[in-house]
């Protein structure tokens, strides 16, 4: 029979977790945390975030399970919503799939192609 403490400590979904926020991303899938207390810390993305394919990047706030063995290290659990975004456009300040604009110059039905654009150059 497990007490409630180890039941806590078997279940990782059960564990609180640390704020902490993304200041670099380093060699091999590791980041430079900063805690919310102020200390840094070595992380790795949990296997869920990689999976799903998840862009960490500098300046994301994120939860964290600190290791028991050394305090230096830990796991990224979760990408949390920055509170600086509003409501509905998380994620959209991230977005790198973004259309390039049409020349006004243009009509909206002439041809866009970049190489009949550009002027012909001859052959020397």
Do not use: W
């Not at 007490?3 to 059960?14: A, K, Q």
């Not at 704020?19 to 840094?40: C, P």
């Not at 990408?79 to 959209?92: V, W």
């Not at 006004?104 to 009949?116: E, G, H, N």
């Amino acid at each position: 029979m497990t007490t409630e403490t180890e039941h806590s400590r078997l279940d990782p979904r059960s564990s609180a977790g640390v704020r902490a926020t993304v200041r670099a991303s380093l060699a091999n899938g590791m980041f430079r945390l900063q805690i919310d207390d102020g200390r840094e810390v070595v992380a790795h993305a949990a296997k869920d975030l990689r999976m799903a394919f998840t862009r960490l990047l500098p300046g994301d706030a994120v939860l964290v399970d600190l290791s028991p063995f050394d305090p230096n290290k830990a796991r990224i659990c979760r990408l949390l919503k920055s509170p600086t975004e509003p409501a509905g456009q998380a994620g959209a300040s991230r977005s790198t799939n973004v259309e390039a604009p049409v020349p006004p110059s243009l009509p909206s039905s002439a041809c866009t192609d970049v190489r009949a654009l550009q002027p012909k150059r001859e052959l020397s």
